[in-house]
């Protein structure tokens, strides 16, 4: 049979996982046999940049960076995404336009010394390549050392073997998705440990204007997950989001109601501000952008001197 679908993916475990629940749910909802789609592996520059943090390598548009020029040259027809690692700023003629159910946003912490972070000696160290989870980790346990850790999950859970860390933090959904969710020792509470925006979700990457695929995608999109992101994203973009910058968001869409929190912290994790916003879920990007700029105002433009 002809392949109908071509999708665009990176090669780690978690990516596959994700480019073929897209798969499944595309043949569920169109009654259509695996043998119509094609799954084209994509190697990145930021698969291939290990040494360093990505806030030193370029950013987040080093996952995506191959695997879009893929999709605007037409060798694949969509691109699979952890809605996480898109930058705010998509290339001229690309969009986002479907999400999947979101799986369970929070942080999951999986130890080896210690089943919580309350509970590690003074000194034990910490993986975690995100600047984010970093700051976070320094201000629940400012005596911990905190390491940078690459690498995708199993690369990074190999470490932990290996004894480079005490424990590390890692994306709830993503150990679900893998089937190795028995591995977390303590989950993060939302209000304790706020997620990325756009943390647990999947998201699909399309030409505008293409139709056909829009016609197929129109039948998987979660529209729920999609406004939750649109307050997610707004808010990272009205603050320059980066991998330099460590910001935490995260809408709950119940009744057609908004809510959202966010919060802007230093990379020490000394100082940090926060926002709660609520509203009507058809606002959700306006939202967003409110929220970002009340946070700002509360840390003020000298909050970002010397480290963003």
Do not use: Y
Request: proline share 5%; net charge neutral.
């Amino acid at each position: 049979m002809q392949t109908t679908l071509k999708i665009g993916t990176r090669g780690s475990p978690l990516a596959l996982a994700q480019a073929h629940e897209t798969q499944t749910r595309l043949m569920a909802a169109h009654g259509m046999p695996a043998a119509a789609f094609e799954v084209v592996v994509i190697s990145t520059s930021g698969d291939r940049i290990q040494d360093r943090p990505l806030s030193e390598a370029g950013g987040k548009g080093l996952f995506t960076k191959e695997i879009e020029e893929a999709l605007l040259d037409g060798r694949i027809d969509i691109a699979v995404h952890s809605s996480k690692d898109m930058p705010t700023q998509l290339p001229d003629g690309l969009e986002l336009s479907a999400f999947l159910p979101r799986e369970d946003a929070r942080d999951a912490f999986v130890g080896r010394a210690a089943r919580t972070i309350a509970e590690l000696p003074k000194g034990a160290k910490v993986g975690s390549s995100s600047l984010r989870r970093q700051a976070l980790i320094r201000r629940m346990r400012p005596d911990l050392d905190v390491v940078m850790f690459r690498g995708n999950v199993q690369t990074r859970l190999r470490k932990l073997d290996e004894g480079v860390a005490a424990g590390t933090i890692l994306a709830c959904a993503g150990l679900k998705r893998l089937g190795l969710d028995h591995l977390i020792t303590d989950l993060m509470p939302l209000d304790i440990f706020p997620p990325a925006p756009g943390q647990g979700a999947i998201g699909i990457e399309t030409r505008i204007g293409d139709r056909r695929v829009e016609k197929m995608l129109v039948a998987i999109h979660d529209v729920a997950t999609g406004q939750a992101l649109a307050c997610e994203r707004a808010f990272l973009a009205a603050l320059d989001g980066s991998c330099r910058t460590p910001i935490a968001g995260h809408a709950v869409i119940e009744g057609g109601k908004l809510s959202f929190a966010g919060l802007l912290i230093s990379p020490d994790g000394t100082q940090s501000h926060t926002v709660a916003l609520h509203g009507p879920a058809q606002d959700a990007a306006r939202i967003g952008d409110e929220a970002a700029r009340t946070v700002r105002t509360k840390a003020g433009e000298k909050f970002f001197d010397g480290w963003a």
